[in-house]
């Protein structure tokens, strides 16, 4: 055991006295932990922030949305005119779904109004739906301040509204618009409540509602259809369009997260009867498209899961790089050494200690050079998620940047750990050819060595 405790000491001091050499030859070895766990991070954290967005959906969400068909348009009198028929979910629609549904935990349609919001003289385009109370709960919304539709406000078909922090700082910048009044075209409504921002907005749950969740504005499904109707208009310069949908979106809430898919199955197969339309030649419907992030989210989670996988081979790569170094750099020492080999030999050393003293100095390189990567891997990935988002105010490079570019990081323990058994057995791995080199060299030729 003392001997063995004495060729530990050897192989540490041998480092020691080699300290630039030992710290270049572990430099693979960190670089090649620090890019894996930096990297692995960098994927983990986008993939994170893409499963939050559209987790925020609903995981037991389907949205079934009206499409809007290829437009016919006119000429009259220079002036550009299109006009679309009527396309989309209907009321007849939703009441079958209801009907064979009845468990569904909820069912919330909503439906396009107004074409502008106007307070004062600021206005800006309209994204206004009529609804219904169970879209608080379905959506995921939350309310900032006042309250939401109620069912007091469908039975009395009430002027009230409820609108988008977006919709809020626009319009309302220097006045609390909670109690005030909003027009929607002409109609005036009575803002009742302010939702919460949704974390939807430029991000890929942004791609799957097709809109921005924070410049919506909400009034009751009931006075909405009695103040607009089904039609709505669309005027831009020299141009003007009208599409009469009854529904425009339906959001449904199965029973439980192992029925979306059978659920969905169910509502493709009625909206492909009810709305397939016989002239574009297919077997599906193309005035409704239905949404199940459910879907969405396990073939993101199967993306990711490939994406870190490549990120962490290549990143690897640094590793096996690392232990060829370990390797080269101890097949020298082997060289240089040679006549230490023979003397220490001669005085008794069986082969199997001058494997240990070989093996002390790679592990200790490889250990070493693990423990420094980690340490760099972590503080890498926390100052590039801290460092990309302060990009587009930094001098000179700044406008290169979109203000809202963000690069989140998520270091995991696992990576870390594999990481670190990986570094630690590549210089193991690559470390035993030298030292079994060593060991089995002839004591005499190797005291007779210069």
Not at 166 to 195: C, E, H, N, S, Y
Not at 372 to 390: K, N, Y
Not at 403 to 420: E, H, N, R, Y
């Amino acid at each position: 055991m003392t001997f063995l405790f004495e060729t530990i000491r050897l192989g540490l001091t041998n480092l020691r006295l080699h300290k630039l050499r030992s710290f270049l030859t572990a430099l693979g070895i960190i670089l090649g932990v620090s890019a894996v766990i930096t990297m692995v991070a960098v994927g983990e954290g986008g993939k994170r922030a893409a499963l939050l967005q559209i987790e925020q959906l609903g995981a037991k969400n389907i949205i079934l949305r009206s499409v809007k068909p290829a437009e016919s348009t006119q000429q009259q009198g220079g002036q550009q005119r299109s006009w679309i028929s009527q396309y989309g979910l209907t009321r007849d629609t939703l009441a079958v779904i209801r009907e064979n549904f009845p468990d569904a935990e909820a069912i919330a349609p909503l439906k396009e109004a107004g074409n502008q919001l106007i307070k004062g003289d600021r206005n800006i385009p309209s994204q206004t739906y009529g609804t219904t109370p169970e879209l608080i709960r379905v959506a995921k919304l939350k309310i900032a301040r006042g309250r939401y539709i109620t069912q007091q406000d469908m039975d009395d078909q009430a002027m009230v509204a409820v609108i988008g922090p977006d919709v809020a700082r626009q319009l309302f910048p220097f006045d609390d618009p909670l109690g005030d009044t909003l027009r929607i075209d002409d109609k005036a409504f009575t803002i009742v409540g302010i939702m919460a921002p949704v974390g939807l907005s430029g991000g890929a749950g942004t791609a799957l509602v097709g809109r921005d969740l924070n410049r919506d504005v909400h009034i009751p499904m009931t006075a909405s259809r009695a103040v607009f109707g089904d039609m709505v208009f669309r005027r831009q310069s020299g141009s003007f369009s009208a599409s009469e949908v009854q529904v425009s979106e339906i959001y449904f809430a199965c029973a439980t997260t192992e029925r979306v898919m059978s659920d969905s199955a169910l509502l493709r197969r009625i909206i492909n009867v009810r709305h397939k339309d016989p002239r574009s030649g297919r077997d599906e419907a193309t005035d409704v498209s239905i949404i199940v992030p459910f879907e969405l989210l396990e073939q993101k989670r199967r993306q990711a899961l490939t994406y870190g996988a490549i990120l962490a081979a290549i990143a690897g790569i640094s590793l096996l790089v690392g232990g060829i170094g370990i390797m080269n750099i101890m097949l020298a020492s082997v060289t240089e050494r040679t006549r230490e080999i023979g003397i220490r030999r001669a005085l008794g050393a069986t082969r199997k200690h001058i494997v240990w003293q070989f093996l002390v100095e790679t592990g200790v390189l490889s250990g070493m050079g693990g423990l420094v990567g980690v340490g760099l891997g972590v503080g890498g990935s926390f100052l590039i998620g801290r460092a990309v988002p302060l990009l587009p105010k930094a001098p000179f490079i700044g406008h290169l940047f979109d203000p809202d570019v963000a690069l989140p990081t998520q270091v995991t323990l696992g990576s870390i750990v594999i990481a670190f058994a990986v570094a630690a057995a590549t210089g193991l791995i690559f470390g035993i050819y030298p030292a079994r080199k060593a060991a089995n060299q002839d004591p005499i030729v190797a005291l007779r060595h210069d």
